[in-house]
């Protein structure tokens, strides 16, 4: 009896293999997502300018600007960070920047907003913040002017 079960999952199996290859198609198996798998998320882009504030400054090559953006969750008002980007050895003033973000971590009810930081030296020197206005795009522009702390 068992010989005669293996030998129909032997036929069946020859079977599905020699239809599979003589129609030329490919076996395509799709799985439904479950709660364990991430679903594709968009990438934002966010961009600004960052400019000295009064007067002009040249920077050093010891001088790093941080940015980050942060988002304050509209029910538990808990703030994260979720993007930040370094500039080292920075152009002259105003600086123009870019930096990406995931879309999927921003709910309707939260507000975002940036933070520069101007490091000279490992020392804080001028901050900037803003608060972001959210478009059918993602957000408007940033623009930052960094003040003395």
């Known amino acids: 009896m068992r010989r005669l079960v293996y030998l129909l999952i032997c036929i069946l199996v020859a079977f599905c293999l020699a239809s599979c290859a003589t129609s030329g198609n490919a076996i395509i198996t ?9 679903s594709v998320s968009t990438t934002g882009l966010l961009r600004g300018t960052i ?24 029910k538990t ?3 994260t960070e979720i993007s930040h ?16 973000y ?33 478009t059918a795009d993602g957000f408007n522009e940033a623009s930052l002017s960094l003040v003395s702390v």
Request: hydrophobic share 35%; glycine share 8%.
């Open 85 to 100: 980007s370094r500039i080292r050895r920075p152009p002259n003033f105003p600086i123009q920047f870019t930096m990406s």
């Open 102 to 134: 995931d879309q999927a971590d921003i709910a309707e009810d939260d507000t975002c907003t940036v933070i520069v930081t101007l490091l000279v030296g490992d020392v804080i020197n001028r901050q900037g913040m803003t608060l972001l206005t959210k």
């Open 30 to 38: 799709q799985f439904p997502l479950t709660q364990t798998q991430k």
């Open 51 to 74: 400019n000295y504030g009064s007067g002009y400054y040249f920077p050093t090559s010891d001088d790093i600007i941080d940015i980050s953006l942060l988002k304050t969750d509209g």
């Open 77 to 79: 008002g808990l703030i």
